[in-house]
Nanobody, 122 residues
Framework: QVQLVESGGGLVQAGGSLRLSCAAS????????MGWFRQAPGKEREFVAA????????YYLDSVKGRFTISRDNAKNTVYLQMSSLKPEDTAVYYC???????????????WGQGTQVTVSS
């Protein structure tokens, strides 16, 4: 039983940066691995990044490596996705998710936020 709310999405020009936040309530996030996923119109939801409960290990989608950074502040019950060098191909609704397991699979995550829109213009 955990509630997740994403924020920080918006419109940005190609090459710009954006920072997404995911705030949790109900349970402390320190018990969960956290993931970011995204879904573009007409496409299936895909994995973007994940971080384990301790915050000392991460996974990234190959196409965002070196551009995106996932981090967490368990004291604030918040997870972040710092995005830089953004490309139009990054345009999607971004979702925050939580699960006790550290995974890159959408099927392993039990709790999801409502999503926040990220639009990158050319």
């Amino acid at each position: 039983q955990v509630q997740l709310v994403e924020s920080g999405g918006g419109l940005v020009q190609a090459g710009g940066s954006l920072r997404l936040s995911c705030a949790a309530s109900g349970r402390t996030l320190s018990r969960y691995a956290m993931g970011w996923f995204r879904q573009a119109p007409g496409k299936e939801r895909e994995f973007v990044a994940a971080i384990n409960s301790r915050g000392d290990n991460t996974y990234y989608l190959d196409s965002v490596k070196g551009r995106f950074t996932i981090s967490r502040d368990n004291a604030k019950n918040t997870v972040y996705l710092q995005m830089s060098s953004l490309k139009p191909e990054d345009t999607a609704v971004y979702y925050c998710a939580a699960d006790p397991r550290f995974s890159r699979s959408i099927w392993d995550y039990a709790y999801w936020g409502q999503g926040t829109q990220v639009t990158v213009s050319s």
